[in-house]
C-alpha cells in the first residue's frame, strides 16, 4: 500500500492522517476517546452538536462571509482593533447568553479569557507575546469554538447577524495570523533559548507574567508548528501539552480549557513527528500508549504495522539496527552555520567584543547648523567604521512620524535574489511605510538633520522608511546595498547603490530587539532618540560584506525604527572615488568569519573634526555667530527689505573684532585654516557694506492708544506671533493699563516687552518693543505719535476729539510705523504727509466742535501776539 503522509496533506486537519490511505478533516471534538478520559465538556459539545447541525451551517457560513484581515500579527499596531472586535463579541454572547440559559455557565466559561484580556492594559497585552498569541487564538479557533456551542434553533439567528456585522466593522485574524503567532513564539523559543514550561507558566527570560498557557493553548502551539514542517518544536510543545493536561485533569479543573482535546491527539502528533525525526522505536511506543487509550484508533495500528517493518528493512546482518536513528527530512536551517549560530547568540547579549579604541564626543562636522549644537557620537566599531548619534530625534518628532506612518503599513518586503521582485518572507516580519519629505516638516526636518550629521547629499536618498515590528519580528542577516549578481536592485531609481545607512530608534525595547553584526561579533542595542550610522560600499563602489547585519527578534515591547538609505549619485565630491583594489579585499577563516582589513586605507568619517575646546571653543562659537549673522542680512538685503540699525551695528562691531583677531594671530594661537576663515568672513561683511540699503530707525511691536478706563481706541499690532488674536491683545492691554494708569514712570516691561506710555487728560498713548530693543528710540516714536496726534487735533487731546478724527489719526500711525518699521520720526512731517488727505475731507463732515475750536486756538494765538 502507498504511504500517504500527513505532513504535507493535513496542515489544516485538527489531528494528522498518517498512513495507507487519505482520511477528511474532522473536528476535534468527533474524536473517539476512551470513556475514562473523556471531559464532561467534550460530552457537552456532542450534544449541543446533535441539536445544532442546520444552525450550524447558517452560522458558518455568515462567519465565513466576513471580512478577514491577514498578516496581522506582522505590526503590533495592527493587533490593538481587535480589543473592539473582542469587546463587541462579549457583549453579543452576554445578550445571547440572557436567552439561553441551557448553556449559560457553559458559555459564560469561555468566555472569561476574553474578559480578562478586556480588562488588561491593551499595551501591556501586545507587548507581550505570549499574551498577543492568545488573543489571536482567541479570536480565531475559541471563537470557532463558542459560535459551535452557541448555535442552536433558538436565537440563533439574532446572534448570527450580529457576529456577521461585526465581521465587517471590525478587524479579525486568520488562520495566518495564528500560524504567524504560534511561529513568533517558537522563534522567540530558538532565539533566546527559552524553555516551554516557562513560557507556559508565562515567564519570559525573567519577566512575569503574561497570561498561562492551558493544555490546548500549548496543543495549538505544537500544531502549527507540526503545519510548518518544524517537528523539533512540535515535540517540545506537544510534550508540555501532555504534562500540562495531566496537571489539569489531577485538579479537576477544566476552567482555562476552552478547546476540546483529548490525550490520544496529542499523542498522535507527539509519534508522527519522531517517526520524522528517525526515532522510530520510541515512535512505536507512543503509539502503542495511543492504542491502549483508544482500541479502534483508525490509524494507529496501520502505524505501528509501518514502522516495524522499517525496523525490518534497517537491520544489518547481526540483526541489529544499523542506524539509532532514521532521517526522514532534511536538518532545520538553525542548526547549519555559524552565522546563524553567532546571530542568536548576539541576541543574547553573547560573544559580543568590545573594541579598546571605541570613543564617544561632540561632533559638528563644520556643518553651520551643529556649530551652536554638536552631537553626541559614539564610534563603536572601526573598519568598518560604525557610529551611534544620541539625541538626534525627539519625542514630539517620534509622535508625529508614527502617527504618519500608522496609516500606511504594509507588509515589509525584500528583494527575490533570482527574480529580483519585491516579496513577502519568513525571515523578515514587520510592516513598514515611506514618508517623503514634503509630506510634513517634521519629516523635512529629519532628513535635513541627517544631512548635517553624515554630511552627505539627500537629494538622491531613498524615502524615510518607518518600520514597526510585530509579534517577535525580526530580520534575519541580509545586506543593505545590491551585490553583483543583483545589478537590476536599483535601476529604477537611477541613484546608483545604497552607500550609506542611517537607522533611527524610535523606541526603547524592553527585551531584545538589538541591531547585530555577526561578521564584527558587535551588538547594537535599541536606545530612543538614538540613531546608528555607517557606510555600505568601499569608497571604490564595492560592497562592504562586514556590514552584513540583523535585526533580533523583539522578546518584550514594542520596537519601531526610521532609516534612510542614501545611495551614491550626488556623492562625488564628498566621498570621491578610491580605485584602489576595494582595500584589501576581506577573506574568511576556517569558520567562515570575515577578516579584518589589513591593508586597508583609512576610511573617510563623516564627521572630520571633533567639537573644540578651551579658548578655541569661544573664539569659534563667537565667528560662527557672526557667519549667521552675516548670512541673515545679506538674504534680507537680497529681497530689498529694510535692515534694522541694530543689526548693522552688530555686524560692523563684528568685523572690527575679526580684524583685531586676524591682525594678533599668534595670541589667538591660530593656525592658516582659522586665517583663511577669518578671512572669508570679512570678505561677506566688505560685501554688505557694498550692498546694504540705508538703514532705518527700529522695528516696533505695537502702538495702542486707550482711554482713562482701559477701552481700547486705536490698535496697531506688527507682529502676530505676540499676540495672535484680538482676545490675547485684549488680555494684555487691560494688565497694561492696571499697570500704568496710576504710575509715574513712563517705561514699563511687560510679558516679555517694553513699554514706553505717555498720558494727556483722559488719552493713554503707548508704544511697544522688544525686550532688547533701545527705550530712548521707542521713546521717540511715542512722541512723535503723540504730537502728530496733537497737530491733528489741533493741541486739543482729548477722546471726543479723537473719536471724531479717527481716520486722519489712523493715517498718521500708519506713516510713522509700516509693519514695524519706523519711517518717519518727524511730526510736522506726519502733519504734512497726512493733510493733504485731511483737506480733501467735506467741511459739512466736520463737527461744530471741532470748527469752534480751531476758532478758540486762533484768537488764543492772536491775543498772545
Not at 628 to 639: E, V, W
Not at 662 to 668: A, E, N, V, W
Not at 680 to 706: A, Q, R
Amino acid at each position: 500500500m502507498t504511504l500517504v503522509c500527513m505532513y504535507n496533506h493535513l496542515k489544516s486537519h485538527r489531528t494528522p492522517v498518517l498512513f495507507y490511505q487519505h482520511y477528511p478533516a474532522r473536528h476535534l471534538i468527533q474524536s473517539s476517546h476512551n470513556k475514562s478520559n473523556t471531559h464532561l465538556h467534550t460530552i457537552l459539545m456532542h450534544k449541543m452538536l446533535a441539536l445544532a447541525q442546520v444552525t450550524l451551517a447558517a452560522v458558518s457560513l455568515l462567519f465565513l462571509a466576513g471580512q478577514v484581515h491577514s498578516e496581522l500579527f506582522t505590526a503590533q499596531v495592527e493587533l490593538e482593533p481587535l480589543f473592539n472586535t473582542q469587546e463587541s463579541i462579549v457583549e453579543a454572547f452576554e445578550s445571547y447568553l440572557a436567552r439561553e440559559d441551557l448553556r449559560l455557565k457553559e458559555i459564560r466559561r469561555r468566555l472569561l479569557p476574553f474578559i480578562e484580556r478586556g480588562r488588561r492594559e491593551h499595551q501591556e497585552v501586545l507587548n507581550n507575546p505570549i499574551s498577543a498569541f492568545l488573543l489571536v487564538k482567541g479570536l480565531t479557533l475559541d471563537l470557532d469554538d463558542l459560535l459551535t456551542i452557541s448555535d442552536r434553533k433558538t436565537n440563533s439567528a439574532d446572534l448570527a447577524s450580529k457576529i456577521a456585522a461585526m465581521k465587517n466593522k471590525f478587524k479579525f485574524p486568520s488562520q495566518e495570523d495564528l500560524g504567524g503567532a504560534a511561529t513568533a513564539l517558537t522563534r522567540l523559543q530558538e532565539t533566546y533559548l527559552l524553555e516551554p514550561k516557562d513560557m507556559a507558566q508565562g515567564y519570559l527570560h525573567g519577566h512575569c507574567c503574561s497570561m498561562s498557557l492551558t493544555a490546548e493553548d500549548l496543543f495549538e502551539l505544537g500544531r502549527q508548528n507540526y503545519n510548518q514542517g518544524d517537528h523539533d518544536q512540535t515535540i517540545a510543545w506537544m510534550n508540555e501539552a501532555l504534562l500540562r493536561y495531566h496537571q489539569e485533569n489531577q485538579n479537576g479543573s477544566i476552567a482555562n480549557t476552552y478547546r476540546a482535546i483529548s490525550q490520544a491527539d496529542i499523542l498522535e502528533y507527539l509519534a508522527f513527528s519522531t517517526y520524522q525525526k528517525g526515532e522510530l522505536v520510541n515512535a512505536i511506543k507512543l503509539t502503542e500508549q495511543l492504542l491502549e487509550m483508544e482500541p479502534d484508533h483508525p490509524r494507529a495500528g496501520g502505524n505501528i504495522g509501518h514502522y516495524q517493518k522499517m525496523i525490518t528493512d534497517r537491520k544489518g546482518e547481526d540483526g541489529g539496527i544499523t542506524d539509532q536513528t532514521f532521517t526522514v527530512r532534511e536538518k532545520r536551517a538553525t542548526q547549519v552555520g555559524w552565522e546563524k549560530a553567532k546571530y542568536e547568540a548576539l541576541c543574547r547579549g553573547e560573544a559580543q567584543t568590545v573594541q579598546s579604541e571605541a570613543k564617544c564626543r561632540y561632533v559638528h562636522g563644520g556643518n553651520l547648523y551643529l556649530l551652536l549644537g554638536p552631537v553626541k557620537q559614539e564610534v563603536v566599531h572601526f573598519k568598518p567604521n560604525i557610529y551611534i548619534y544620541y539625541d538626534v530625534l525627539y519625542d514630539a518628532e517620534t509622535k508625529i512620524i508614527q502617527e504618519l506612518a500608522k496609516p500606511r503599513f504594509k507588509r515589509a518586503t525584500v528583494h527575490d535574489h533570482a527574480t529580483g521582485e519585491l516579496v513577502t518572507a519568513q525571515y523578515r516580519i514587520s510592516k513598514s511605510s515611506w514618508l517623503q519629505g514634503e509630506e510634513h516638516t517634521v519629516v523635512d526636518k529629519v532628513n535635513r538633520r541627517i544631512k548635517a550629521v553624515t554630511g552627505l547629499e539627500l537629494s538622491t536618498a531613498e524615502e524615510l522608511q518607518v518600520v514597526n515590528y510585530g509579534l517577535g519580528g525580526h530580520y534575519e542577516p541580509h545586506f543593505d546595498f545590491a551585490r553583483r549578481d543583483e545589478k537590476d536592485a536599483f535601476q529604477s531609481l537611477g541613484t546608483g547603490n545604497r552607500i550609506a545607512t542611517f537607522l533611527f530608534y524610535m523606541t526603547d525595547v524592553e527585551a531584545g530587539g538589538a541591531t547585530v553584526f555577526p561578521s564584527l561579533d558587535l551588538t547594537l542595542w535599541p536606545r530612543k532618540g538614538a540613531a546608528a550610522f555607517w557606510y555600505n560600499l568601499f569608497e571604490d563602489g564595492n560592497g562592504d560584506v562586514s556590514t552584513r547585519h540583523a535585526a533580533c527578534p523583539v522578546l518584550l515591547g514594542t520596537k519601531w525604527v526610521a532609516n534612510k538609505w542614501i545611495h551614491e549619485r550626488g556623492q562625488e565630491f564628498i566621498r570621491p572615488c578610491n580605485l584602489s583594489p576595494s582595500n584589501a579585499k576581506r577573506t574568511k577563516d576556517s569558520k567562515g568569519k570575515i577578516k579584518p582589513l589589513t591593508k586597508e586605507k583609512p576610511q573617510r568619517v563623516p564627521i572630520r573634526r571633533s567639537q573644540p575646546t578651551g579658548s578655541e571653543h569661544i573664539l569659534f562659537r563667537y565667528i560662527s555667530l557672526c557667519i549667521l549673522s552675516a548670512l541673515y542680512i545679506f538674504d534680507k538685503t537680497q529681497s530689498n527689505l529694510h535692515v534694522t540699525f541694530t543689526y548693522v551695528v552688530n555686524v560692523n562691531v563684528a568685523a572690527h573684532h575679526l580684524d583685531f583677531i586676524l591682525i594678533t594671530p599668534k595670541l589667538f594661537n591660530l593656525n592658516n585654516l582659522w586665517i583663511r576663515l577669518i578671512q572669508l568672513v570679512i570678505k561677506i561683511f566688505n560685501k554688505m557694506d557694498s550692498s546694504l540699503l540705508e538703514p532705518t530707525l527700529y522695528i516696533v511691536k505695537g502702538m495702542v492708544i486707550m482711554d482713562n478706563d482701559g477701552n481700547r481706541i486705536l490698535a496697531k499690532y506688527f507682529d502676530n506671533n505676540i499676540f495672535p488674536s484680538v482676545k490675547e491683545q485684549k488680555a494684555f492691554e487691560k494688565n497694561l493699563f492696571a499697570k500704568t494708569h496710576r504710575a509715574n514712570s513712563e517705561v514699563i516691561m511687560l510679558d516679555g516687552l517694553t513699554c514706553v506710555y505717555k498720558s494727556n487728560v483722559d488719552l493713554f498713548f503707548y508704544v511697544m518693543g522688544s525686550c532688547n530693543d533701545n527705550e530712548l528710540i521707542l521713546m521717540t516714536v511715542l512722541h512723535c505719535l503723540y504730537d502728530s496726534t496733537s497737530q491733528i487735533l489741533r493741541k486739543n487731546v482729548e477722546k471726543r476729539v479723537l473719536m471724531e478724527n479717527l481716520d486722519v489719526v489712523m493715517l498718521a500711525v500708519d506713516e510713522i510705523c509700516d509693519g514695524g518699521i519706523i519711517l518717519e520720526a518727524d511730526p510736522n512731517a506726519i502733519c504734512q504727509r497726512v493733510a493733504l488727505r485731511a483737506d480733501d475731507i467735506p467741511i459739512g463732515e466736520q463737527t461744530v466742535a471741532q470748527v469752534l475750536q480751531t476758532a478758540k486756538e486762533q484768537l488764543k494765538w492772536s491775543l498772545l501776539k
